[in-house]
């Protein structure tokens, strides 16, 4: 038997590893930033840059792509040349992925704080970002299939087929939820509308969920766990199981975040279903790393790194049983829009993400450095420091939740509602969100002192950027393998290939009939395109980042049909090029906004919100009246939609400039008539014309018995 010669490449590993602690302080120091802001307004800082609607997208995608994502490239580097004995592919390619992957975000950073927004949750980055990730990933892939090619190990390891399938399913994901068309170099509209721009958003935004944060995590829970226990993994057969009923069935449960909302009621459905059965592979997962580790519990009481293992596998089962437990109309109804949504994301983030990536951090970096961890006991420190945090910050989002889902729905007597104001559920949750703020100070804390063992253990080692190992040349096949899937092990090619096949099935089915089927979204004739200003209009709050904060969609509720008007219908969507029904409260939905304030009262709220709202935890806009509106692209912006199927003729868009300041010179004149002196051209003007149309196109009145189509809160 012919024994190879080769070295891995630590190289790469430390310098994902670096990248991943140092934006996972800068990442967790803008979220912490983020929950202060929604206790203390003045820490927007009045400028337009630091805003929390500008701010909170930059701390999700820091964390997401740039925490995250360099720690799943940290783990996938370190353990799949060891699984495979060989080195990564291309040194050259790996220089390209991670340097590609730091200039993409930086890039996402600054355009984001700069305004530069799609607005679609988890993909903000407008499309050269969109096509940098794309090559990047490519990259990636490359690297990726030419190492398993050339592997001398013949099997590929349970790790690998959680790293392939994060590979071509984060690829679909990305390329279909990043269709757009461009309208300049930073500006874009989304070839969807809607409804479906919502169905595709969330068949991405769920599966973002599963195939960034938890697929490349499984895998690398599957090889690390093992290693830190010196123990095989529980069950091969579970693992097989776990892996592609996994796949498989996650696809589906994305609508479960548009329930009760105007997606087809079929589609909701569907993803009701399938959120449920994503329980029984989730847990087989948590189960088969639980007990991977019997036999090894005295191991785990001085193990620091273990420790952070079995609270990430706990937080995973935790978080993997309320996502269907969310699901639930019932639960929904109460749940959906209010901080549970928050508490349950940051369960799977702070626990799962967070704590496996502390772990594989105090893992690697002694062995590639052949030292010792610096300190044991400041690693303990960090254990209990975070969980402490996990607590804090968890359990008073929960609390608040509960507040805020009754509060909401509750009814006097004499059957009004009986807190009609929104504010003061904002102001009665306001401690909770305090003891938010320390957990996350907590959370942090812990990192900073990890960030510290982790710098003395580098310095008091040497990088082995180059390790030498040896294995045996993979030799052909003369054996048949027992089983079907172990002969599968053998085909990357196939195993991907059955891979991407699983994981389309889910999506064209909810998709092609949404898409192809009119009855889905109907026609209403009185919903008519945006005017030239309100389109700009759009576009600032789009910009300002105002979605973080407000939905526009009223759901079939009698406390929300009371609260805002009529509840929403497909057909008035059809102009919404991205769709911006949020996915969180803080502040009321806003679809039938329109006509409910005088204009007055739009200009002094923007102004300063404690004016017309007293305690308002909104930031102040003074800027919107200072800044000139920019009409530039308003022809591009117009030919664009149209050519997207917004109806607007030739002659409107040639008059476009003629009609838009035909109507901010109306809301002008309405300004000067109460004392408010503007200009025409400002920002601002844009601004209230938008949120004025808000919900006109259907002038329904709520009666005061229940409509057939509205459902009780009782």
Request: proline letters at 5%; one cysteine or more; hydrophobic letters at 50%.
């Amino acid at each position: 038997m012919q024994v190879e010669q080769f070295n891995y490449d630590n190289k790469i590993v430390r310098d994902f590893g670096v990248a991943t602690i140092i934006w996972g302080l800068v990442g967790m120091s803008i979220g912490l930033l983020a929950a202060t802001q929604l206790i203390w307004p003045e820490m927007n800082f009045l400028t337009q840059y630091t805003t929390f609607g500008r701010v909170r997208p930059v701390h999700t995608n820091a964390v997401i792509f740039a925490f995250v994502g360099n720690a799943i490239f940290m783990g996938v580097y370190y353990s799949m040349q060891r699984v495979l004995k060989a080195r990564m592919f291309s040194d050259l390619l790996s220089k390209i992925h991670f340097w590609g992957w730091q200039l993409i975000i930086v890039a996402s950073a600054v355009t984001l704080l700069l305004g530069y927004t799609s607005s679609h949750e988890y993909a903000e980055m407008e499309w050269p970002i969109d096509i940098a990730i794309t090559l990047i990933w490519v990259v990636f892939g490359i690297n990726m299939f030419g190492t398993i090619i050339k592997r001398r190990e013949r099997h590929m390891y349970v790790a690998v087929w959680f790293y392939i399938a994060t590979f071509v399913t984060v690829a679909v994901l990305h390329i279909v939820n990043s269709i757009q068309l461009p309208i300049s170099f930073w500006k874009s509209y989304y070839v969807y509308a809607g409804v479906q721009d919502a169905l595709v958003q969330w068949w991405y935004g769920h599966n973002a969920v599963a195939f960034f944060l938890t697929t490349p995590y499984l895998g690398m829970m599957y090889y690390f766990l093992p290693k830190m226990a010196n123990r095989p993994v529980y069950s091969y057969k579970l693992s097989i199981l776990h892996f592609w009923s996994l796949i498989f069935i996650y696809i589906w449960a994305g609508p479960h975040h548009l329930l009760y909302t105007s997606l087809p009621s079929w589609v909701q459905s569907l993803g009701v279903v399938f959120s449920i059965m994503l329980i029984a592979p989730s847990w087989g997962g948590m189960i088969n790393g639980l007990l991977t580790l019997r036999g090894a519990w005295d191991k785990v009481r001085t193990e620091p790194m273990l420790k952070f293992m079995v609270v990430a596998l706990t937080a995973y089962g935790m978080a993997t049983f309320e996502g269907p437990l969310l699901s639930l109309k019932q639960v929904n109804a109460i749940a959906h829009f209010t901080d549970w949504i928050v508490a349950h994301v940051h369960v799977g983030a702070l626990g799962w993400n967070g704590f496996l990536t502390f772990a594989v951090l105090y893992f690697i970096i002694p062995r590639i450095y052949k030292t010792p961890l610096y300190s044991k006991k400041l690693a303990n420190v960090h254990f209990w420091i975070g969980t402490l945090g996990i607590l804090f910050y968890a359990i008073p989002m929960y609390w608040a939740a509960v507040v805020q889902g009754l509060m909401w729905k509750e009814f006097t007597p004499e059957g009004v509602l009986k807190y009609p104001n929104f504010l003061a559920t904002t102001l009665e949750i306001l401690p909770m969100h305090m003891m938010r703020a320390v957990g996350g100070a907590l959370y942090l804390t812990g990192v900073i002192i990890m960030t510290y063992n982790l710098i003395k253990t580098m310095k008091a080692g040497q990088l082995v950027a180059n390790e030498a190992a040896e294995a045996p040349a993979l030799e052909p096949v003369v054996t048949r393998e027992p089983t079907q899937h172990r002969r599968l092990e053998r085909k990357p090619v196939l195993f991907m290939v059955l891979a991407l096949v699983a994981i389309l099935i889910g999506g064209i089915v909810e998709m092609i009939p949404t898409f192809t089927i009119s009855s889905n979204v109907p026609k209403i004739a009185s919903v008519q395109p945006y005017t030239a200003l309100e389109l700009q209009g759009r576009d600032l709050y789009i910009r300002e980042g105002c979605v973080n904060c407000h939905s526009q969609t009223v759901r079939p509720f009698r406390s929300e049909t009371a609260r805002y008007g009529e509840y929403s219908k497909a057909g008035e969507f059809v102009y919404d090029m991205p769709f911006l029904w949020g996915s969180k409260r803080t502040g009321p939905d806003l679809h039938r906004l329109g006509g409910k304030y005088p204009n007055k009262w739009h200009f002094d709220h923007l102004l300063d919100p404690t004016i017309t709202s007293p305690g308002s935890i909104m930031p102040a806009y003074p800027w919107l009246i200072e800044q000139t509106l920019n009409n530039n692209l308003l022809d591009k912006k117009m030919n664009a939609m149209r050519v997207l199927g917004v109806p607007y003729s030739q002659e409107e868009i040639q008059n476009a400039l003629t009609d838009l300041q035909k109507q901010a010179d109306e809301i002008t004149a309405d300004l000067a008539a109460n004392q408010v002196e503007v200009r025409s051209d400002s920002e601002i003007i844009a601004m209230i014309a938008y949120l004025q149309r808000l919900g006109k196109d259907i002038k329904a009145e709520v009666s005061e018995s229940a409509d057939e189509n509205v459902l009780s809160d009782n």
